[in-house]
């Protein structure tokens, strides 16, 4: 008698693991590359059904149609679910959120990894070895590794520098990216970056395929990495929170300009959060909150708790701690938006600028500008955005190599118009020929413009350079004051000075003639500006 109960108990069982089985393994097939790691992508059981991972919470909280289909797309594959450094997106190999339903399979299966597993991805080791380093033994090195496509710090160190040593960052870059090496030796012995030849400073570049190991011996080729320095900030106490959601921001009060931004999917008690790229002597803020009532974006206290630190990055690097209190701050948080590229490779090595706008009132919100085009897929930001708020992103590629913005089809460029919301807002852009002339505004204009509203300070890369024998040499002030404008030698011998007086706010153009100074020749020089608030070098090449 007990086996005829025992046997139908057994085959329920079965039956009803098979249904939750079949009723979930669609899904597997509406997130790219599923079917590498299946169910397992999502659920801490491999077969499925049960307790989800972290990417799985992910999805079932905010992810799903009202038919449990996966919401793949942009903002899901922009989080990191698992908090392991690695986005949604760049686990499954579909890291712009671009792929649908139907497609191929995007990327390489091999580097396919679960998003919802903590350090369960693809980062590999970059080793960099130094040799011939004896001009700087006894100093410190300073090193960082930036990703080229979002100009975003992944790792940095320092050490005392030997005549050869080794520099080991572990699961710190991705097959299939491009990176940046920056170090320098602090030759001056000051303990902060001086713009070479103060201190002595080199750029290398690596693209990954795995581990990778790059070599350097000691030269005097050198190159201003505009070094930043890193905010630290150590949390506890923080169980009030355990399980929400936090959004951190670093703000530059001087330049009045945001540096970078962090999020955590899942709060825990302790927890420290990384955010480099402050400027030495410059007024900060960090503000952050936690995302109290679960509503996934910021509402003001109290129904969120958010809180704001300031501080003078007076000495570096900055280490701050914070512990849970109840002293809440309104920090009136807005969301970023982000414009992914593809396909660019038409304009690589071409100057590239892009910039933010509010269209209901024509105020621009954010500009950034390249140089040159590096790599043929990036990512820019721009925070400021608002729920309900109606913007536009303009941006051009130099088409035509004279410096400057020409409408179509001289220069190629592009507007994409959106609505705010209150989370990223992301907008994919595939190179097209579907050109649109943006009116660009140009601040760099050789003739000053007296009403000119310029809110930060900025040197720009001198044009055109490599040169011979002139050059242009452009500058922007955000306040009146006294500016000296200098051009060294590759030893740091001053050669002339183009500025040195009194000039207003606004942005300024001036001439460097090489033939003027005698008979230079051929190789890298370097030019400073130096104001009450601002100090910048860069570097130029005269080639003959």
């Given at each position: 008698?007990?086996?005829?109960?025992?046997?139908?108990?057994?085959?329920?069982?079965?039956?009803?693991?098979?249904?939750?089985?079949?009723?979930?393994?669609?899904?597997?097939?509406?997130?790219?590359?599923?079917?590498?790691?299946?169910?397992?992508?999502?659920?801490?059981?491999?077969?499925?059904?049960?307790?989800?991972?972290?990417?799985?919470?992910?999805?079932?909280?905010?992810?799903?149609?009202?038919?449990?289909?996966?919401?793949?797309?942009?903002?899901?594959?922009?989080?990191?679910?698992?908090?392991?450094?690695?986005?949604?997106?760049?686990?499954?190999?579909?890291?712009?959120?671009?792929?649908?339903?139907?497609?191929?399979?995007?990327?390489?299966?091999?580097?396919?990894?679960?998003?919802?597993?903590?350090?369960?991805?693809?980062?590999?080791?970059?080793?960099?070895?130094?040799?011939?380093?004896?001009?700087?033994?006894?100093?410190?090195?300073?090193?960082?590794?930036?990703?080229?496509?979002?100009?975003?710090?992944?790792?940095?160190?320092?050490?005392?520098?030997?005549?050869?040593?080794?520099?080991?960052?572990?699961?710190?870059?991705?097959?299939?990216?491009?990176?940046?090496?920056?170090?320098?030796?602090?030759?001056?012995?000051?303990?902060?970056?001086?713009?070479?030849?103060?201190?002595?400073?080199?750029?290398?570049?690596?693209?990954?395929?795995?581990?990778?190991?790059?070599?350097?011996?000691?030269?005097?080729?050198?190159?201003?990495?505009?070094?930043?320095?890193?905010?630290?900030?150590?949390?506890?106490?923080?169980?009030?929170?355990?399980?929400?959601?936090?959004?951190?921001?670093?703000?530059?009060?001087?330049?009045?300009?945001?540096?970078?931004?962090?999020?955590?999917?899942?709060?825990?008690?302790?927890?420290?959060?990384?955010?480099?790229?402050?400027?030495?002597?410059?007024?900060?803020?960090?503000?952050?909150?936690?995302?109290?009532?679960?509503?996934?974006?910021?509402?003001?206290?109290?129904?969120?708790?958010?809180?704001?630190?300031?501080?003078?990055?007076?000495?570096?690097?900055?280490?701050?701690?914070?512990?849970?209190?109840?002293?809440?701050?309104?920090?009136s948080w807005d969301y970023s938006a982000v414009l992914n590229l593809v396909d660019m490779n038409p304009h690589a090595g071409q100057k590239f600028e892009a910039r933010l706008?509010?269209?209901?009132?024509?105020?621009?919100?954010?500009?950034?500008?390249?140089?040159?085009?590096?790599?043929?897929?990036?990512?820019?930001?721009?925070?400021?955005?608002?729920?309900?708020?109606?913007?536009?992103?303009?941006?051009?590629?130099?088409?035509?190599?004279?410096?400057?913005?020409?409408?179509?089809?001289?220069?190629?460029?592009?507007?994409?118009?959106?609505?705010?919301?209150?989370?990223?807002?992301?907008?994919?852009?595939?190179?097209?020929?579907?050109?649109?002339?943006?009116?660009?505004?140009?601040?760099?204009?050789?003739?000053?413009?007296?009403?000119?509203?310029?809110?930060?300070?900025?040197?720009?890369?001198?044009?055109?350079?490599?040169?011979?024998?002139?050059?242009?040499?452009?500058?922007?002030?955000?306040?009146?004051?006294?500016?000296?404008?200098?051009?060294?030698?590759?030893?740091?011998?001053?050669?002339?000075?183009?500025?040195?007086?009194?000039?207003?706010?606004?942005?300024?153009?001036?001439?460097?003639?090489?033939?003027?100074?005698?008979?230079?020749?051929?190789?890298?020089?370097?030019?400073?500006?130096?104001?009450?608030?601002?100090?910048?070098?860069?570097?130029?090449?005269?080639?003959?």
């Open positions: 008698m007990k086996s005829k109960y025992i046997y139908p108990f057994f085959i329920i069982i079965i039956f009803a693991l098979a249904v939750n089985i079949d009723a979930r393994s669609f899904r597997v097939n509406q997130i790219p590359n599923g079917n590498v790691n299946t169910c397992s992508n999502c659920h801490v059981n491999p077969a499925g059904g049960g307790a989800r991972n972290d990417f799985g919470q992910l999805v079932e909280a905010n992810f799903l149609d009202g038919s449990g289909n996966v919401l793949w797309g942009p903002l899901l594959a922009s989080y990191d679910a698992d908090g392991d450094g690695v986005t949604n997106g760049e686990e499954l190999q579909d890291r712009y959120g671009m792929w649908t339903i139907g497609d191929d399979a995007p990327g390489n299966a091999a580097y396919v990894s679960r998003p919802g597993v903590f350090a369960e991805n693809n980062l590999s080791d970059l080793t960099v070895e130094f040799s011939g380093m004896t001009p700087h033994v006894g100093q410190t090195l300073y090193i960082r590794v930036l990703e080229l496509s979002t100009m975003k710090e992944v790792a940095r160190s320092q050490m005392g520098i030997s005549e050869s040593f080794s520099i080991i960052f572990s699961g710190s870059i991705l097959p299939g990216h491009d990176y940046y090496i920056d170090f320098f030796a602090d030759f001056n012995l000051n303990g902060v970056y001086d713009p070479p030849p103060v201190d002595h400073a080199w750029r290398l570049m690596v693209s990954a395929d795995g581990n990778e190991t790059v070599s350097f011996s000691h030269n005097t080729d050198f190159t201003d990495i505009e070094w930043r320095y890193e905010m630290w900030l150590q949390l506890t106490g923080m169980s009030p929170h355990s399980g929400q959601l936090g959004e951190f921001r670093l703000v530059d009060e001087t330049a009045e300009m945001e540096i970078g931004r962090y999020r955590v999917e899942s709060i825990d008690d302790s927890f420290d959060v990384w955010i480099p790229g402050m400027e030495l002597g410059n007024d900060y803020s960090v503000q952050f909150y936690a995302d109290f009532n679960g509503s996934g974006f910021y509402d003001s206290p109290p129904t969120d708790h958010a809180w704001e630190i300031s501080f003078t990055a007076d000495n570096g690097d900055e280490s701050l701690n914070f512990s849970h209190n109840t002293d809440f701050t309104d920090i706008v509010d269209n209901d009132t024509d105020d621009e919100l954010g500009r950034i500008t390249f140089d040159e085009i590096i790599v043929t897929e990036f990512s820019l930001e721009f925070p400021g955005v608002v729920d309900g708020g109606n913007y536009r992103l303009d941006f051009y590629a130099d088409f035509n190599g004279n410096g400057e913005y020409d409408a179509p089809p001289a220069d190629h460029a592009w507007r994409i118009e959106f609505t705010g919301s209150n989370s990223v807002n992301i907008n994919n852009f595939a190179h097209n020929t579907s050109f649109t002339d943006i009116e660009w505004p140009d601040p760099t204009s050789v003739e000053k413009d007296e009403d000119a509203l310029v809110s930060n300070y900025k040197l720009m890369q001198n044009y055109p350079n490599p040169f011979n024998p002139s050059t242009n040499i452009s500058f922007s002030l955000a306040e009146d004051g006294f500016v000296s404008l200098m051009v060294f030698n590759i030893l740091g011998e001053q050669l002339i000075t183009l500025v040195n007086q009194e000039l207003t706010a606004g942005s300024y153009n001036y001439k460097f003639d090489a033939a003027g100074i005698g008979n230079l020749e051929s190789g890298i020089y370097f030019y400073r500006i130096e104001t009450t608030n601002f100090i910048e070098t860069k570097k130029m090449t005269l080639l003959k």
